[in-house]
């Protein structure tokens, strides 16, 4: 591959779903509480970060918390594969388009770098028909820093396709200033897509090289991504 684009899940392909209740109820089913949640924003950290973060809030010591994440991360990916039967992920404008014209081109890879545990990105992508996409990807589980997950999912982008691809040779795609600054970190492009909840100025501000409204404009997109 001479280039490779890494997409995030939530707010860039797809939108919806029951994450957010299925995390919620694993938070009481482990800790008995869901910490201050209406505090705590969500968006682009990682599924252990914002746990971590709910917890430390209320005063949970940090060896308990870690100690329990197996149990949580258990109880949230039964959870979520219960409940995405009734209320299953919405594909974003322009994604099935994108991802359909990139299948056909040989020299760009497609991979993941997302804030979702590995288990519960697979979920999603199934619940939303777009597994298939996907043989690459860099999770929540692999680090709970976004900015490393940029570096692990280069690594593995190089491990698997190409041992000399270069940082700039990759865009990191994604709905939140936090995926601009992980693409931005590893030397990255970046292209902001204003399909989450930030606004196209917002993901402007924060550094993008390229801000879209949303996935639809596929000849455009695909020429930068190839660029
Ligand atoms: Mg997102």
Redesign the pocket.
């Known amino acids: 591959m001479r280039r490779v684009a890494f997409f995030?899940?939530?707010?860039?392909l797809m939108t919806g779903g029951p994450a957010k209740n299925a995390f919620c109820g694993a938070m009481i089913d482990t800790f008995g509480t869901v910490g201050n949640v209406e505090e705590v924003s969500f968006?682009?950290k990682t599924d252990p970060q914002i746990a971590r973060e709910l917890l430390l809030g209320i005063g949970y010591k940090i060896n308990l918390i870690e100690e329990r994440f197996p149990s949580l991360w258990h109880s949230y990916t039964e959870r979520l594969a219960d409940e995405l039967t009734q209320c299953p992920m919405q594909v974003l404008p322009g994604v099935h388009d994108l991802l359909n014209v990139l299948k056909r081109v040989d020299d760009i890879g497609v991979g993941l770098l997302?804030?979702n545990i590995a288990r519960g990105a697979e979920l999603k992508l199934d619940s939303a028909g777009l597994r298939e996409h996907f043989t690459l990807g860099s999770y929540g589980s692999d680090h709970e820093e976004r900015d490393h997950l940029s570096r692990i999912a280069l690594q593995r982008a190089r491990d698997m396709w190409n041992p000399s691809l270069r940082p700039e040779h990759t865009v990191v795609i994604?709905?939140?200033p936090r995926?601009v600054l992980c693409g931005l970190a590893v030397g990255a492009r970046t292209l902001a897509v204003a399909t989450?909840s930030f606004t196209r100025s917002q993901l402007a501000e924060s550094g993008a090289n390229q801000v879209v409204i949303d996935l639809t404009e596929t000849d455009k997109i695909v020429s930068y991504l190839a660029a």
């Open positions: 995030d899940i939530d707010g860039t968006g682009g997302t804030g994604g709905d939140t995926d989450g």
